[in-house]
Each structure stands twice: as C-alpha cells, then as structure tokens.
T-cell receptor, first 113, second 112 residues
Framework: AQSVTQPDIHITVSEGASLELRCNYSYGATPYLFWYVQSPGQGLQLLLKYFSGDTLVQGIKGFEAEFKRSQSSFNLRKPSVHWSDAAEYFCAVGSGGSYIPTFGRGTSLIVHP | NAGVTQTPKFRVLKTGQSMTLLCAQDMNHEYMYWYRQDPGMGLRLIHYSVGEGTTAKGEVPDGYNVSRLKKQNFLLGLESAAPSQTSVYFC???????????FGEGSRLTVL
C-alpha cells in the first residue's frame, strides 16, 4: 500500500530565510508526486508535480522540489520565504493505476517577520 | 473557468438533521472524491467515485452516503448528523492519467 510521511508537523522560519519541507513516500511503482498548499480558510492548490524526467521540478510561487528515488523523498524547497507563504503544505502520491491519491498529514509553516 | 464548486460553503445543523453537500466540476473528470479535514488529522477520504453511477467507500465512510448520478456532480449526504461530523469537507476531481487533484474551496459544517 502506498503511504506518505511528512515528519514535521510545524516548521517556523524567519522571513527571508530558506525553507525545506520533508516528504517521504512508499509506493510500489514509479510514483506521481505532488505538493499542495492550503492557505487559511481556503481549499488546496497545486504547487508542483513530478511525473517523470528531470528530478528537480519548478512550481508556482518560487517553490521547487527534488525527487530522490534512492531516498524515496520529494522535499519541497524555497530559497527565500515570504510572510504570505505561511500555510499548510501537503505532500501527496498517486498515479493512474491507483484510484486513491494518498496525502501526508501536512506541515504547517509559520513565518516570523 | 469554475473548476470545482461546492455548495453550501457554510452550514449549521442540529443533531439528527439531514443535509446534502453538492460538488460540481466542469473539467469532465472521471474521478471525484470527498474528504474531511480536521485539525491535526490531515485529509481523510470519505467516499470516492471512478465514474458516473459508481461510488466506493474510503477511509471514514460511516454516517455518510454519496451519489454520482451525473458525471459532473458528486453528492455527499448526511442522513442523521452527529457532532462528530463537524468538520470542513472538501471535494476534489482528478485528472485520470496523472492523479493531479483539483479541489473545491470547502464546506464548513457545524453540528450542534
């Protein structure tokens, strides 16, 4: 069965600092990997996705993520965090072969001025 | 350009009342999902559908029913609401081959 682990429940960073949110997955086949962001009171929005090819993918709002097959990881990064990045971030795995996308429990990002 | 639309966005119920949440998508997606989100619990799948006329149970189906009579609509029903069903409910539809999800803005339900 597929699973997704986000080890950090909360992450606190200062505005302007770099950010890395961790995501580890367990999946039998080549996974499709996603990061979603949820701002307070809003629905989830896709940040970026990895299907195949270049293992470093670029997303919206200056985010990027790197797929590392050997570590079963898909960590999300941003070089300089803005106060508006404060939100809940969800990593997810799924593919055409599975009807049920699996989500991690989320990481809450707090940004200090 | 609507994507996924959920109605209503807010609702307060008394214990034992019934209600239906409507999810509509205009992207011709086959797969649709209903999740609930509670603090510290992430997203939990209630029911899902892989096409018109089909439904299946997810992780937390008890107390809910669903129907997918039309491809674009996925209804979530509560027959007898309980305080434990106080939550934020999200509907999503999915691109078939890639698994990418498109979410609605959520429906906040409070059961007193």
């Amino acid at each position: 069965a597929q699973s997704v682990t986000q080890p950090d429940i909360h992450i606190t960073v200062s505005e302007g600092a770099s950010l890395e949110l961790r995501c580890n997955y367990s999946y039998g086949a080549t996974p499709y990997l996603f990061w979603y962001v949820q701002s307070p009171g809003q629905g989830l929005q896709l940040l970026l996705k990895y299907f195949s090819g270049d293992t470093l993918v670029q997303g919206i709002k200056g985010f990027e993520a790197e797929f590392k097959r050997s570590q079963s990881s898909f960590n999300l990064r941003k070089p300089s965090v803005h106060w508006s990045d404060a939100a809940e971030y969800f990593c997810a795995v799924g593919s055409g072969g599975s009807y049920i996308p699996t989500f991690g429990r989320g990481t809450s990002l707090i940004v200090h001025p | 350009n609507a994507g996924v639309t959920q109605t209503p966005k807010f609702r307060v119920l008394k214990t034992g009342q019934s209600m239906t949440l409507l999810c509509a998508q205009d992207m011709n997606h086959e797969y649709m999902y209903w999740y609930r989100q509670d603090p510290g619990m992430g997203l939990r799948l209630i029911h899902y559908s892989v096409g018109e006329g089909t439904t299946a149970k997810g992780e937390v189906p008890d107390g809910y029913n669903v129907s997918r009579l039309k491809k674009q609509n996925f209804l979530l029903g509560l027959e007898s609401a309980a305080p434990s069903q106080t939550s934020v409910y999200f509907c999503a539809s999915r691109v078939t081959n890639t698994g990418e999800l498109f979410f609605g803005e959520g429906s906040r339900l409070t059961v007193l």
